[in-house]
């Protein structure tokens, strides 16, 4: 495990330390998964020990569990995720930033994953966190696919698996068209590498259901993972959580306004809003400053 100490001063001159922590846990199905955990607090604050051992946060704000895009989305997105995160702990609240199996730097394979197996993970990240702080409590941040995951994961109300709120950064209107992108990426490596397409979107979705996976921003994708997300249900919040949901978009014109699917979530509870900024997966060679906006709208719902 690794673990690093920050130091730094907050606009209300209050002296903070910022803990880090990297390491890995393991999910249900005994993988390994990558983590990266911030916790904050005043200097003169101790930390306490959970019955485990483990350390627990002296925070009295609810924990952040980030879920992660998916492809090339997760690498772009890092300097945004990090900065959110580093945000987030400053304003008291512990943060756990993990990589779904077969991602990042967390073992097990990505191709014959599925969207239910990511959605186990951020479960099993939600226990370890929980373990980790000694708090039941936490809300869940997804960018992209990642905030798709969130949006549809099912909640009992008898469970302690329930967010105090969710927010949802530029979530995927269309998973199908999201697909058909990602295809089309493909081909286009296929034309600047052999000037030709040798392998049509048919072919290639065939090459799937005949069990041979696919390369995608150079990540190998199978059927069931391909499947899963071609066939989930977009939005599919639990009613229970709605009004305690934010949908966040990120757009370049502020005037053309929210999918209508994103409208549609608002009319049934949900907070839905918009931020003037470059959308993250058009891989922006400079800094962004209008990403200051999104990460105060951000803390705002996650206060």
């Known amino acids: 495990m690794y673990a690093e100490t920050i130091e730094a001063d907050k606009l209300n001159s209050v002296h903070m330390k910022l ?13 390994k998964l990558f983590y990266h955990s911030s916790v904050c607090g005043t200097a003169t604050c101790t930390d306490n020990k959970s019955s485990t051992g483990n350390k627990t946060s002296n925070s009295n704000k609810t924990a952040i569990i980030i879920c992660p895009p998916l492809f090339d989305e997760r690498v772009i997105s890092q300097p945004l995720i990090h900065q959110i995160a580093q945000s987030l702990a400053l304003e008291g609240h512990p943060v756990l930033q993990f990589d779904y199996r077969g991602t990042g730097d967390s073992f097990g394979q990505m191709e014959n994953s599925t969207l239910a197996d990511f959605s186990e993970d ?18 869940l941040l997804g960018l992209r696919l990642g905030a798709n995951i969130a949006l549809n994961l099912k909640y009992d109300a008898t469970t302690t698996l329930k967010p105090e709120k969710i927010v949802g950064i530029d979530v995927i209107p269309d998973l199908s068209q999201y697909m058909n992108v990602c295809l089309r990426y493909n081909l286009a490596t296929q034309l600047s590498v052999y000037n030709k397409v040798i392998r049509d979107r048919k072919k290639l979705i065939a090459d799937m259901n005949q069990g041979i996976s696919i390369n995608m921003f150079g990540y190998q994708v199978g059927k069931p ?22 949908l966040i978009q990120i757009t370049n014109n502020l005037k053309k306004g929210l999918p209508k699917l994103i409208l549609d979530m608002g009319a049934t509870g ?34």
């Open 19 to 31: 803990t880090a922590q990297s390491g890995f846990f393991e999910n249900r199905r005994n993988t």
């Open 122 to 139: 951020v479960v099993d990240a939600i226990h370890f966190f929980q373990n980790k702080t000694g708090d039941q409590r936490f809300s």
């Open 225 to 246: 993972l391909y499947d899963s997300i071609v066939g989930t249900e977009t939005l599919s919040i639990d009613k229970s959580i709605r009004t305690r949901t934010t």
């Open 270 to 303: 949900v907070n839905c809003t918009q931020v003037k900024g470059s959308p993250l997966w058009h891989e922006p060679k400079y800094f962004d400053a209008t990403q200051s906006e999104l990460v105060f709208e951000v803390i705002k719902a996650l206060k």
